[in-house]
């Protein structure tokens, strides 16, 4: 078996840890092998036989010619079909985020074609990389269409309207950490193309957006005392609930209450 690694673009090498080569004749391959987690996904081309993939449940499916394979969480059993001959992109724990179509998490311990994730372009990525006659030639096409792919607006628009639908649905009540654990992207790139794209960082929509929910109980007028709403809309405390009233609305809590509540009510949740 002959395994070879090689070194990214440097403008690529956020996302991507390496490129590897594996070739061997069938007669030299093993029958089957055990891969485990290693938090990197991989995009991966059989340049020459496929792959049997095993289930948890027993059963095993052919895999695809060209896929990206999502988060590994479990052991998995894979075995050649006759001649190996792959290519392989292992990209960096979270540096798939920047060029999916869709949000990660579906992906995990699936092997997605490319033509899935890309539509007709995961097509056009193929075959090039296929018929190449080197590894340096399957490098170059690959780097080409991942820049392209950084580029575009897609992958920041899944992301960031995942990210907005986890705050809207917690009601703000979620840390940025949380928040970039669950969309499995870095904090700082999280926070970079929130605001690019919303305006805001992740930090003040859910402010905002728990500020709103407590409005919304203040308009229900089903509160006994201040100290209750802000137990409601889950502030830390009373004084966390009224420095963020502040902050959004430049007055009290109890001012905004005697002063600006029934105008305020006709917009609160509207659609």
């Known amino acids: ?24 004749p069938a007669e030299h391959t093993p029958e089957k092998q055990r891969i485990v987690p290693d938090g990197c996904m991989e995009m991966i081309f059989h340049i020459k036989d496929f792959y049997r993939q095993y289930q948890a449940d027993g059963n095993s499916i052919v895999q695809p010619r060209c896929f990206v394979f999502g988060q590994i969480t ?16 292992r990209f960096q724990p979270e540096g798939f985020t920047a060029f999916a179509a869709m949000p990660v998490g579906n992906m995990e311990n699936r092997a997605v074609p490319l033509e899935e994730l890309f539509g007709d372009e995961g097509v056009q990525l193929a075959e090039p990389v296929l018929q190449a006659d080197s590894t340096e030639q399957r490098i170059e096409i690959v780097e080409a269409f991942l820049r392209s792919k950084l580029i575009t607006a897609e992958s920041v628009q899944m992301l960031i309207k995942s990210s907005v639908e986890m705050i809207m649905r917690l009601n ?25 794209a919303i305006g805001l960082s992740p930090k003040q929509l859910s402010k905002i957006v728990r500020l709103q929910a407590a409005l919304k109980i203040l308009s229900a007028q089903t509160f006994d005392n201040l100290t209750a709403v802000a137990h409601e809309g889950n502030y830390y405390d009373q004084a ?23 105008i305020s009510a006709l917009f609160i949740g509207a659609e």
């Open 172 to 196: 703000g009540q979620v840390s940025v950490d949380a928040l970039s654990d669950s969309m499995q992207v870095n904090r700082r790139q999280l926070e970079r193309k929130f605001a690019g």
């Open 74 to 89: 479990q052991p998995l059993d894979i075995e050649p079909t006759g001649e190996t001959g792959i290519f392989s992109v």
């Open 1 to 24: 078996m002959d395994y070879k690694t090689y070194v990214p673009d440097t403008r690529l090498s956020e996302y991507i840890k390496c490129y590897w080569t594996l070739n061997a």
């Open 240 to 262: 966390h609930f009224i420095k963020d009233f502040r902050e959004f609305t430049g007055m009290s809590p109890k001012q905004f209450y005697a002063d600006n509540l029934r």
